[in-house]
């Protein structure tokens, strides 16, 4: 682990144990000499000059662009599109796609462990067209069970949206499952995976989901770079959800025509460095390899059940079966408030994520009545 440790420089400026990764990763040095890079060789708007530098700008920011779509598999390099990170890529899906398709007595499926971006967006969606937001509850292993995948998606369900990985439980929820049923039923599969890609590969294609977002920063990437996949058949039959800049094609008086793909949906100037970022975060992840990563992380989280299972004052949240989990580990101390004991590990070194909504959260999505410690 050490090999990679000195890749990272706020590791080696700072005496820290930094677990919060799921909230942010931090950056190695490749990464941060991309960025760099760009701006001191590349700097210029991609696709508005005719010029050579902004003519090499366009070229790096598009290279990055086939990169993302050969890292996940999409069959198209248009079906790539850059947000500002996978809140914003939900919401486009929301407005664009969801407003525009769902009527009332449609039903959007969800599982209770969404993070809120991939949760208020179809509370609006819902509200505004009449349709019905229904759940997928995990059982009391934190996990999704094929009866509930079954019962819940319907003939009446148009959307199903599903977090690959909890982040708040890490189990690593059934998507091959999800999808395959949804589609029986004549509904598209909304993938968040921001939790799952800097650990599991993924290949779209293979998943045949619909639409997948995920954010940068959560994989080494620098913040506010996003990646919004769909397919090409879906995002041509969708209007913009972002009006202005270079995703116009040609503009009269009184009406406007749209460019292609993808352009179609990145409206304005890009955050191209964070386009670059990421390319850079690609090559080094791909350079360790997701088995080394793996084995990794399955050292460090056997290691850390172990230990943390034996101590009575302490409460986890996580599912038994160590092969449907990834990453996250929740808990909470017993009579100590999260804050108090997030502030006791930071005077240690450790930085560690602390929210007193878990409670809520954790009972939520368990949804079996008990009285969850905090």
């Known amino acids: ?100 398709n769902l009527k009332k007595g449609d039903e959007i499926v969800l599982s209770i462990m969404e993070h809120h971006s991939n949760l208020v967006p179809w509370q609006k969606v819902a509200n505004v067209t009449g349709a019905k937001l229904n759940y997928l509850y995990t059982n009391s292993d934190f996990e999704i069970s094929d009866e509930e995948i079954e019962s819940k998606i319907t003939d009446q369900t148009k959307i199903v949206g599903i977090t690959h990985v909890s982040n708040v439980l890490g189990t690593i929820n059934p998507i091959e499952k999800i999808i395959q049923v949804a589609h029986k039923k004549g509904a598209i599969v909304i993938v968040d995976a921001s939790q799952s890609i800097p650990h599991l590969k993924i290949d779209v294609q293979n998943l045949d989901c619909d639409f997948l977002v995920f954010s940068g920063h959560k994989m080494m990437a620098p913040l506010g770079i996003g990646v919004l996949y769909g397919k090409r058949e879906l995002f041509n039959q969708m209007n913009p959800f972002l009006l202005g800049g270079d995703m116009i094609e040609y503009v009269h008086e009184q009406e406007t025509t749209f460019a292609p793909l993808p352009n179609k949906f990145e409206a304005g100037t890009q955050n191209v460095e964070g386009v670059i970022g990421l390319s850079a975060a690609i090559d080094y992840m791909e350079k360790m390899g997701y088995a080394k990563i793996a084995q990794i992380e399955n050292e460090v989280i056997s290691y850390a059940r172990g230990k943390l299972s034996k101590l009575d004052y302490l409460t986890l949240y996580l599912t038994p079966n160590e092969e449907k989990h990834s990453g996250v580990i929740s808990f909470n101390i017993k009579g100590v408030h999260p804050h108090d004991v997030a502030s006791i590990l930071d005077s240690q070194g450790v930085c560690v994520r602390s929210r ?19």
């Open 356 to 374: 007193k909504s878990l409670c809520t959260a954790v009972d939520a999505i368990f949804r079996s009545g008990f009285d969850v410690p905090c």
């Open 1 to 100: 682990m050490n090999e990679w440790k000195k890749d990272f420089p706020i590791l080696q400026d700072r005496n820290i144990t930094y677990l919060d990764s799921g909230a942010t990763t931090q950056k190695p040095i490749q990464v941060i000499q991309a960025v760099q890079e760009f701006y001191e060789k590349y700097n210029a708007n991609p696709h508005r000059g005719a010029y050579s530098l902004s003519m090499e700008a366009t070229e790096v920011y598009e290279q990055a662009r086939d990169k993302i779509a050969k890292f996940i598999g999409a069959k198209h390099r248009e079906e790539i599109i850059f947000t500002k990170n996978a809140t914003e890529g939900l919401n486009l899906l929301a407005y664009s796609y969801g407003m525009e």
